[in-house]
């Protein structure tokens, strides 16, 4: 089922975040054409060394980079200028190491939250990089399913901000609504503030009872919804209508004019760029023994098997939005990653506090949005032999009332 529209009640629920008031309705589609997008100068910083990958960053009180390198297994900390590489802590399954680090994220006190796929938990590292505790990422959910715990964003305040579709059950319902969640780890509550458009999937069944097995594939191009958290609040994009709704901290809710847009045709090229995209999914592995459940978890590999552009049928357009492509920056403005032709340089709209769109920012070529910080922009750029590059660019300035 899918959910184009909720309602100011039904965007956050229960609890202390419940949806007091819907201040600044627009319903006026967003009708004035973009103007030119801006676009990145030079990076003013560039990592001295290339990494196999850039699961995630953190930048750090006195501006030093934390790095999750998942295929080298790495969490590295760059200097303030990136020329200087330190390797913090080891690869390993003890207390006090990790296998393969994912997304960093920002904590009180200048500490950091990471997820560590490989060992299947998230641990707390101290400003210095060191693991002070961990906790499982699998936890159990509604209907004596599984939940995993897989953040996505912090908040001031160290609450968890994950997305979850029910439980993970023996057979999953493919109608269910994807639930925005804060987790309050100090006291275990658990808040559903959103709920989103589900991912587009279909699902077949093959095996008897006792050996069942589901293949769940995705729809490519489906329009999902994306959100993030950040100065602001919570900032949900939906993909249809496409626009920019605003969940405040005091629960207040602000739902952004609808943005017009042109579609873009899926070609072969647009086939085969979706197809690579499938090689970053994330495969979860969970085995029960003597009533001891163990989940691991990895990211990244080649194409599962199967999946050619023979194997799905294909959209004549594209939807408005890329999956998972929201990012909140310092000063609270929503990064919206929209869908371009294959080969394009990656292009965000950029939107205000209201959910007004304020502008347009192109990447330069070969380039992904990997962080903020408080003046500038981090990407990573990709080079030919598949290395990962870290880049830091002054943040460009949006004007404030363009459209």
């Not at 996505?152 to 968890?160: L, Q, R, V």
């Not at 275990?188 to 006792?210: C, I, Y």
């Not at 394009?344 to 205000?352: A, N, Q, T």
């Amino acid at each position: 089922m899918r959910i184009p529209f909720l309602s100011c009640s039904a965007l956050a629920s229960g609890g202390s975040l419940a949806v007091a008031l819907c201040a600044g309705l627009q319903l006026t589609a967003e009708s004035a054409p973009a103007q030119e997008p801006i676009r990145f100068g030079s990076p003013d910083a560039v990592a001295a060394e290339p990494r196999g990958s850039i699961s995630g960053i953190r930048v750090q009180q006195g501006g030093s980079v934390l790095v999750a390198d998942g295929v080298e297994a790495r969490l590295v900390r760059l200097s303030p200028d990136l020329a200087e590489a330190t390797v913090i802590g080891r690869e390993g399954q003890g207390p006090d190491e990790y296998r393969q680090p994912d997304g960093l994220f920002a904590l009180p006190g200048d500490s950091t939250l990471m997820t560590d796929l490989g060992n299947g938990r998230l641990a707390v590292l101290a400003p210095d990089g060191s693991i002070v505790r961990t906790a499982p990422i699998a936890r159990d959910g509604e209907n004596g399913g599984m939940m995993l715990v897989l953040p996505e964003a912090t908040d001031a305040e160290g609450g968890i901000w994950f997305a979850s579709r029910g439980g993970m059950r023996r057979q999953m319902s493919l109608d269910d609504s994807v639930q925005v969640r804060r987790l309050d780890p100090a006291t275990g509550e658990m808040k559903t503030v959103a709920r989103l458009a589900p991912p587009p999937m279909t699902s077949s069944t093959s095996g008897g009872a006792n050996n069942m097995q589901q293949r769940i594939m995705p729809i490519p191009f489906g329009a999902e919804d994306a959100w993030s958290v950040g100065a602001g609040g919570l900032a949900v994009v939906r993909a249809e209508p496409y626009r920019v709704e605003r969940i405040r901290p005091d629960g207040s809710v602000v739902i952004g004019p609808e943005v017009e847009w042109e579609p873009v045709p899926v070609k072969r090229a647009d086939q085969e760029e979706w197809l690579d995209g499938l090689t970053g999914g994330l495969s979860v592995m969970v085995s029960e023994e003597n009533g001891v459940r163990n989940t691991s978890l990895s990211r990244g590999g080649s194409r599962p098997p199967g999946m050619d552009a023979e194997s799905f049928e294909w959209p004549e357009t594209k939807p408005a939005i890329s999956s998972r492509g929201a990012r909140i920056d310092f000063a609270g403005r929503v990064w919206v990653r929209r869908n371009v032709k294959a080969g394009e340089p990656p292009l965000y709209d950029v939107f205000d506090h209201e959910g007004r769109r304020t502008g347009q920012v192109e990447l330069p070529p070969d380039r992904t949005l990997v962080g903020f910080s408080q003046d500038y922009v981090y990407l990573a750029r990709t080079d030919e032999l598949d290395f990962r590059w870290l880049e830091r660019y002054a943040e460009p300035t949006i004007s404030a009332g363009s459209r």
